[in-house]
């Protein structure tokens, strides 16, 4: 805002100006400074207070119809009016005239509004996504208002959030066709249009191609703990040298449990499913618990021979993809279920985090914990997956993330349970403890970054 403040000495006259304050004489109406009988308005628009004060009644009139002027008349002594101004959108700069009329007197004020020329440029787009779908983001600088199109139905458009910085928020349905597909999308403002095409690629593997192959299968290790117990981090060795020896065979998570400063919601609920109690317990494949041996290579050698049989007894019926997309405290993931057998399958999916710095009982103050569940995306004990053989379903799943969590840490774990069914339980090792957690056991699993996508794995 700039305030103009004119004294009319006689019959008092009102003119508008950028700043200060500006003494007119009837007799004599220069200004004190040069140029204050010009008003600059932005070129966005803005609104202008003007004080003055009168000896007499006063008038104040303006022809144009981009400025507003109120209120447009008033009695002796001080008084404002505001003048008001639309965004110039004309391609060119604008003047019109304010008059100030008193005792028969008229002084004009120039009004000048340069040309708008509003910011409004993509600032990333994503210009292809996985054939899985699900949200994307658009983010624009963006200081005029906009409207968004697109050339597909597989396309929609849900809104957008923020001022300046912007970003469009769309969802994507899966490509399950034979050929990858393009999308032109566009954003309109009043003076230009943005444009970029989006492509979606086609799932890569048809049915001929894997429902006779083996897929890679994961086993799932449960690590039930807290930062308050004492004997936790001995476990916690141990599931992580069971993983170097398995890399690409062994999955982790680690759940904690009540008063815990990472406590999660679904412990309990996982906790009593598998008959825990006491920290630390370890589960794999939902098969058999591992107790924590005082010689942490014996828990892991534990774990590595319950998933070994696993993956030899049970060979996984079912494959997975994952990908994932992340804005600000939007994530989307969706899964790709490929099943070679018709069954009941369930699904889980739970958000991790690694590298969290911070107390353990028994670690220390600067103990590293990794692959913390921190929230489940679908119900903590599965969602219902149900496929036919030689099928493959997508399936979407949103949340809001925490602002404390570090999304450059942030993971998603997948995994689908199967019934036993007629299979007989293979309960082999010596050093596990077999019990019976339900009718279903950790099929496969997968783990992706946010922000990235997992392919199928074939053997």
Known sequence: MRNIVLSLIAVMAIVCGCAGTVDVPLADISFTSTGKDKVEMPAYGDKVSVR????????AECSAAWLELTPKEGQAGSARISISADANYDGETRTTLVNICSGGLEFPITVTQENYVPTFELVEDASEISFLGGNMYVALLADTDFECSCDADWVAYLN???????????FVEPNMGSSSRS????????TSTLEFTLTQGVEDYGADSWINASFA?????????????VYCPYMATAFDAAKEQMPDRLELVSLHGDDSTYEFSGTNTLGRRFKVSGFPTGIVDSRASIPNYQSYTTTALA??????????????????????????????VSVGLYAKEADAYVMTVLLLED?????????GAKYVHNDVARQALSSVSGDAADAAAGEMKVYTYSAKLNAGWDVNNLKVLVYVEKPFGSQGRVENSSLAEYGRYGDTYVDNCRVVKIGETAQLELD
């Open 52 to 59: 003055f004060s009168s000896a007499l009644e006063w008038t």
């Open 160 to 170: 957008s959030t923020g001022s300046n910085k912007v970003t469009s928020k769309f």
């Open 183 to 190: 999308a032109v999308i566009k954003f309109a403002s009043a």
């Open 217 to 229: 299968q994961r086993s799932l290790a449960m690590r039930f703990t807290a930062t308050w117990c």
């Open 303 to 332: 774990a590595m021979e319950v998933a070994e049989e696993t993956q030899k007894e049970y060979p996984s019926t079912v494959g997975i993809a994952c990908s994932s997309q992340f804005n600000e405290s939007d994530l989307c």
């Open 355 to 363: 590298n969290i710095v911070g107390n353990q009982t028994g670690g």
